[in-house]
């Protein structure tokens, strides 16, 4: 079977239960589909990279350089992402996922699963604009390290992970939908396998003809 070398985007249809999943890898040396706001973006070495660490402000909507992917509608998936603080500032570097984005501008409601590089921080679950939830302190991210990031949205329930791990479990029922994103505050930053699926996407994902995709059909005696 050929495999397409330049592929940055893997679409899979799971038939039995009518989910769809996404899988952006990078490796196509672009970030197709995605809406940047703020910071300085970048494809490097197969890893979206945001490269600014200078900030503006701790409290609006405009606290974190972040970018934006998927539809506005999606309710309840999973997201996981291998992400990255390769360069802190003197405040406080952080680096996280956003997820039920309920638009795709620079002043849409949003969740934000965090690492925070500061000793007495830690994973940290946060609601738009900067509203904090709950932060799991004295567990600092390392500069250069790698972590996988989870979440998992279903109803009001909402689930977060760092590296397989139960960080956070909360109710809140204020975004029910929206898409997806990831983002960095205070730091360079750099995300790589970022997949989303769930039955709450209800028709798959299309690079309108910018990047290759491949399907798969997933078969559940796999």
Request: proline letters at 5%.
């Amino acid at each position: 079977m050929t495999r397409p070398t330049a592929c940055a985007l893997v679409l899979a249809f799971a038939a039995i239960n009518s989910a769809f999943a996404l899988t952006e890898k990078f490796d196509g040396g672009k970030a197709a589909e995605w809406t940047e706001f703020q910071g300085t973006w970048d494809v490097v070495k197969g890893e979206y990279a945001q490269l600014d660490t200078p900030w503006t402000t701790t409290a609006t909507h405009d606290t974190y350089n972040r970018s934006y992917f998927g539809e506005e509608d999606w309710d309840d998936y999973t997201l996981e992402a291998t992400v990255r603080i390769e360069e802190g500032g003197d405040l406080a570097p952080i680096v996280g996922i956003f997820f039920r984005v309920t638009e795709k501008t620079d002043t849409g409601d949003y969740y934000l699963f965090r690492l925070d590089e500061r000793p007495a921080e830690g994973p940290g679950l946060i609601k738009a604009p900067n509203v904090t939830m709950q932060i799991n302190g004295n567990q600092p991210a390392e500069i250069g390290r790698d972590y996988v990031l989870k979440v998992e949205v279903e109803g009001d329930d909402i689930r977060c992970y760092v590296d397989g791990v139960l960080e956070i479990e909360v109710t809140d029922g204020d975004f029910r939908t929206g898409a997806i994103g990831v983002g960095t505050f205070n730091a360079v930053g750099h995300f790589d396998n970022v997949s989303v699926n769930g039955d709450g996407i209800p028709r798959p994902v299309e690079s309108r003809g910018k990047l290759p995709t491949v399907w798969a059909r997933l078969r559940s005696a796999y």
